[in-house]
Nanobody, 123 residues
Framework: QVQLVESGGGLVQAGGSLRLSCAAS????????MGWFRQAPGKEREFVAG????????DYVDSVKGRFTISRDNAKNTVSLRMDSLKPEDTAVYYC????????????????WGQGIQVTVSS
């Protein structure tokens, strides 16, 4: 398994921006597909964004398309989620996850998870 540590969360006003980062402790980072998920109180954890092992493919849940951007730096073993035009409904704990597949978007496809980081968007 891969150890993942998220950073960059916090409180922001609606319309603002945040950048989440996730550092992975593995020398094989470039072999993992990476994803961001979120879980709001009382709701199930949901897929937010995913990126292939090479970074060549990305996917997003419809509710964040055009506002969020996922990227990765395989030289630095990091994956990031840039979040713009934030809305109160984006408030959740955000999780970074790693999959042994070259590309994955399903929750069950991800075997390694970070501890999660809170993002709160005020109206």
């Amino acid at each position: 398994q891969v150890q993942l540590v998220e950073s960059g969360g916090g409180l922001v006003q609606a319309g603002g921006s945040l950048r989440l980062s996730c550092a992975a402790s593995t020398e094989f980072f470039s072999k993992y597909a990476m994803g961001w998920f979120r879980q709001a109180p009382g709701k199930e954890r949901e897929f937010v964004a995913g990126i292939s092992f090479s970074g060549g493919s990305q996917d997003y849940v419809d509710s964040v398309k055009g506002r969020f951007t996922i990227s990765r730096d395989n030289a630095k073993n990091t994956v990031s989620l840039r979040m713009d035009s934030l809305k109160p409904e984006d408030t959740a704990v955000y999780y970074c996850a790693a999959s042994n597949a070259k590309y994955a978007t399903g929750l069950a496809d991800f075997a390694s998870w970070g501890q999660g980081i809170q993002v709160t968007v005020s109206s």
